[in-house]
């Protein structure tokens, strides 16, 4: 249904972030995404030739960042949880 010619948007990212109707929605939309994201960027750099030091300046300055700047702003899902 359009309002004065304008479409309805039933999801949306904003700074990385998935807006959707709900809260639980957006939530799992946006921590799916970003558990994706991690996974597939966690492998490259054991394709480089880092010292140990390296490897966890890489995990804190590109990999963790995403992960807090969601889990800021939605409860982490159960399913996202590993124990």
Do not use: C
């Not at 998935?18 to 799992?28: A, H, P, V």
């Amino acid at each position: 249904m359009k309002v004065l010619d304008i479409p309805n948007i039933y999801e949306l990212k904003i700074l990385g972030v998935s807006m959707t109707n709900t809260k639980e929605q957006s939530g799992i939309t946006s921590w799916a995404r970003i558990t994706v994201t991690v996974r597939a960027q966690a492998p490259g750099a054991y394709n480089r030739d880092l010292d140990l030091a390296q490897r966890i300046l890489n995990v804190y300055a590109i990999l963790l960042p995403k992960v807090w700047h969601i889990a800021q702003i939605f409860p982490t899902p159960r399913d996202r949880i590993r124990n």
